[in-house]
């Protein structure tokens, strides 16, 4: 078929040589059909809009045949209509994967049809989204339906528990849906968050085996996963996302509504209040499906008015904030600054604060809510009117930019020819022309954003004239004689190396070729940090760490305008600077860390584990589960800016050494649940899950066990983590999956993808290094040891120091059940009866060998002495060796030795069991705590653990006159 040429005439020349390889894939499907001009038109859009539309006419010719003749390219679908269609479609089907085939090609065709429309404005974005969220849920449903009948055949009817008249009620699965999908506002490409749930515990009547309805609801839970999300030769139906669960991915892929109200009431987080407004039942028993909205409503709409919303918003945009400075996503139509998430925080603002007393804003959809504004809270307007605009675009915006590939983005296209397309589907003459209004409209939603939800801080006004004369300095139109003078006059110790230190950063290169809009931010933000560096006591060196972030950040001027716009993150910046080489240095290497200078309320108020873990789930919810590249960074980024967080309030004498020590533990804890959580998905899902004993799945049966600092609750700044692996699963069985894989060769790569994810660099750096030698036979054994093996090796073939380093060990992250047997090996391993003589003998020699290698070396005379904080005589590895041959010499007896894996309270416990005096454990504990302290401060100030010989003095000498009697008399 040649195309008219009045309908060729229209298509922009950078667009034609498209058109036409495109037209080229479609010429069997055009071979079938007469298009009238106006039909050329729309297929001349819909190609150069979709190169999704033109692969799937290429691989069913039929199917523009099909959508002619039936009308359905011009006809709008009633709600009812996907299911109509999809029941017809599945009659009689009785093969699982016949029903994934069915699904899929069901899919292919509607969104060809739902493409095609909204790329020709057969239909407006609403309807578009409206069609896509009845789509979305026939599929839902019906796969559901399909799958429930196939599990109670299998399984039996899932029924509640015998009511107060001992009658048991059948049982089905609620769906909800949440965001998008929840508030009928699907994009093209959406992946769909859905929550499963059932009314009641119970059984089911199965006639071999009965199930409890929580294992039977979540196996029905995976299968209908299985049904939409796995891809196979025919696609898939919908990227299917189950993180919004209550406890995330760690908790029950199904729960009851009692489980589900209670978590909610008791643990519900305000970023989960948010989430719930646009909840919706979209499959399986509806009339239970609304008393479960009607149980949580309470939690999402207060009866009060709320303001606290505008607090929990601002926070959950600042951290999109930073997450769109750290993977550069300000050309996203959705993320980005003017962005359709902004005005959906708008909206639901409003509806967190008055939702509880004014039922009218209970609903879900967007445009709903936003009209409703100026009645409800005197919203102007012309405010309402420019953010149903620009969400508008933005919106159709996004569907052109999901149309082309069918892909889950909403980046804005950076070459020409994606720009040209894009700006054509849209209607609009160039890409110009598309970009300019786009611009307009995000800056409304920003303006209003702001007014809404982030009203800007008054700074204090620039003192004008000290800003002048420090660009004067900087611009070199002073003589050295004068800019030292007046940088003493600020306040500077050392002013000519401050001098140097600025020509120094004037001379590179790279500040030389800096575009206009960068130096414009340079230049504003320079003599804010000069002036506040000048403020400090050593201001010279400290000018000399902020120059060296500065020099980071020079190509991305961003960071620039964060400082200078929020004065009191500048402020903490150099007030930490100044009292830390090791905090410059980080921020130095990720200036993205810079963000958490922002609100002091948090910067010095570490959180704790149960806050660390609900914050690390937010985070790692807004990825893929498959997207482990960027799991990685995120991992990173909540590690970085965490320590961050602990070193100020350590910095600034916020946090005692003890509690810096909690918190860091804390830290490395909850990232090591997390990669052990993302590591064990990975694997599953590739090979299934290993078998503990047959037909029984591991869960998981497996534990990171805690050594050394870790172990004791003792992590500081650069500690590495000595970690070892061990697992409680049958040797002999293996995986459950279509590729399976034997149980140790399952857990072994477990072993290794946990190290993968902990030690490998990446932009962000490594989250931690691992050390594991302290696994049974150390380099050359088995990198994961079943917990009988690690038993065998501990009673037959350990050393004495392998028995001191399980004093310290305790399970950081896996299973609970295998976490209570490790600690009952541990304790009958440590209370294992000792030859008393050969313990202490074992114990001296590798003191000394390790003091002898590891401990302080001079060269001459005393003025080059020093004190290795943990290896000279007298200091912490004395004070631990003697701490762990106390507990494997007593702990047959006295088995409160064994309670602790931290050195002071073991310590407390030896005083308690009278094997050292009180004067002698008060000494130990404070010298040890006086060595770590000074240990956490050389470690900001990126130096090692090396004091001066004078330094110290009593304490080692008290430390060794204890290890002589303990340990030698």
Known sequence: MTLMASVLAEVPEQLNDLLQRNLAKIETALAEVTLSEALQRQLVRALIGSDYVATQLQAHPEWLQDLLATGDLVDDYEEATYAERLTQRLAGVDDEKVLHRELRQFRQREMVRLVWRDLNRLTDMRGTTRELSWFADACIDAALEWLYQQACQRWGTPHSRPDAEGKRHPQRMVVLGMGKLGAHELNLSSDIDLIFSFPANGETDGERKNLDNQDFFIRLGQKLVQALDNQTIDGFVFRVDMRLRPFGSAGPLACSFAAMEGYYQDQGREWERYAMIKARVVAGDKAAGAELISLLRPFVYRKYIDFSAFESLRDMKAMINREVRRKGLTQNVKLGAGGIREVEFIAQAFQLIRGGRDAELQQRELLNILP???????????????????????????????????????ELPGDDEGRARLAFAQGEASWDALATALDQHRQNVSRHFADVIAPADEGEEQDDDLRSEWLTLWHGLMDDEDAIGFLQEQGYDQAPEALKALQDLKSLRTVQMLQQVAMERLEAVLPLLLTAAGQVDNAAITLERVLVLVQAVLRRSAYFVLLSENPAALQQLVRLCSASAWFAEQLSKQPVLLDELIDPRTLYAPPNQETLRAELRLQLLRIPEDDIEQLMETLRYFKHAHMLKVAASDITGVLPLMKVSDYLTWLAEVVLEAVLEIAWRNLTEKHGVPQKAPGVPCDPDFVIVGYGKVGGIELSYGSDLDLVFLHDASPNLETDGDRSIGNSVFFNRLGQRIIHILNTFTPSGMLY?????????????????????????????????????????????????????????????????????????????????????????????????????????????????????????????????????????????????????????????EAYKAYRAAGHRLSLQNQSGVLGDEEMTEYRRGVAEIWQRVMLD
């Open 372 to 410: 409703q504004l100026p009645e409800k809270v005197g919203m102007p307007e012309a405010a309402v009117t420019e953010l149903v605009d620009a969400y508008t675009l933005l919106r159709n915006v996004e569907h052109g930019i999901q149309a082309i590939a069918d892909k889950q983005t909403q």
């Open 769 to 925: 290094e691992v050390d594991m030698r302290l696994r049974p036979s150390g380099n050359s054994g088995l990198l994961v040891s079943s917990l009988k093996a690690f038993d065998d090796y501990q009673q037959k073939d350990a050393w004495t120091w392998e028995h001191q380093a399980l004093v310290r060990a305790r399970v950081v992250a896996g299973s609970s059940a295998l976490a209570e047997r490790f600690e009952q090996l541990r304790q009958s391993i440590l209370s294992a009866p000792r030859d008393e003589a050969k313990l202490r003998d074992d114990v001296v020699e590798m003191r000394e060998k390790m003091r002898q290698h590891l401990g302080s070396k001079t060269t001459g005379g005393t003025e080059d002495r020093v004190f290795h904080l943990k290896q000279d005589r007298g200091g912490i590895v004395d004070i631990e060796f003697m701490v762990q041959y106390l507990v494997l010499r007593h702990a047959q007896d006295k088995p409160e030795l064994l309670r602790w894996t931290d050195n002071i309270r073991i310590l407390d416990s030896i005083e308690a069991e009278e094997l050292l005096s009180a004067e002698e454990a008060e000494l130990l504990r």
